[in-house]
């Protein structure tokens, strides 16, 4: 069964506004990565997030995560016609063996 | 720059074919991995390698095997193809290590099975 369920399904914002996407998951885990996937190609990763951190920033990008609600959100500053994308976390459990349990991905829209 | 390369982005194949699906990246990643991708179902996870000749079993196995016999290469075929194989395919590649878990994607193969 899918390990990460997003929230919301679509997102559909002006450029310039912010973009905030959520993702719940059903068991523990060691680390939460978040990935881009435009629009029928390969997917991108964007940034990850190990279960002892509660936030990180990359560039317009933050991530937060709440392991006791075991939710994480990304969100997505300023955003520019160019974040048009489907947006997917995957989640692990660590180890140099690790595979991961993506998400059913929140695709976001970004009127110029 | 790392790059996942799959041999095909189309391909229409017929019910009951064999169908070879090749990944190929040039970064020496221990790891790789196939996943099909259907509308609002995300990611599945088919099989994953992490070494030369070995595989594991993802969430998805049925009607599909793997062969991985060099560490840049990562094959998955469908025996028999059938109608609700028709997916999205998408294969990545991880190093073996836990700074990163950061995984490469190809750009996919659209499969359709008639």
């Known amino acids: 069964s899918q390990q990460g369920e997003e929230d919301p399904q679509a997102l559909s914002i002006q450029e310039g506004e912010n973009a905030t996407m959520n993702c719940s998951y059903k068991t523990s885990i060691n680390n939460l990565q978040w990935y881009r996937q435009n629009s029928g190609r390969g997917l991108v990763h964007l940034i990850l997030i190990r279960s002892n951190e509660r936030e990180k920033h990359s560039g317009r990008l933050r991530v937060t995560l709440d392991t006791s609600k075991k939710s994480s959100s990304l969100l997505i500053t300023a955003s520019r016609a160019a974040d048009t994308a489907s947006y997917f976390c995957a989640t692990g459990l660590g180890g140099g063996y690790q595979k991961v349990t993506f998400g059913t991905g929140t695709k976001l829209q970004v009127i110029p | 720059d790392v790059k996942v390369t799959q041999s095909s982005r189309y391909l229409v194949k017929r019910t009951g074919e064999k169908v070879f699906l090749e990944c190929v990246q040039d970064?020496?990643?221990?790891?790789m991995f196939w996943y099909r991708q259907d509308p609002g179902l995300g990611l599945r996870l088919i099989y994953f390698s992490y070494d030369v000749k070995m595989k594991e079993k993802g969430d998805i196995p049925e009607g599909y095997s793997v062969s991985r016999e060099k560490k840049e290469r990562f094959s998955l075929i469908l025996e028999s193809a059938s109608t609700n194989q028709t997916s999205m395919y998408l294969c990545a590649s991880s190093k073996r290590d836990t700074l990163t878990y950061e995984q490469y994607f190809g750009p996919g193969t659209r499969l359709t099975v008639t």
């Open positions: 970064m020496d990643h221990e790891n």
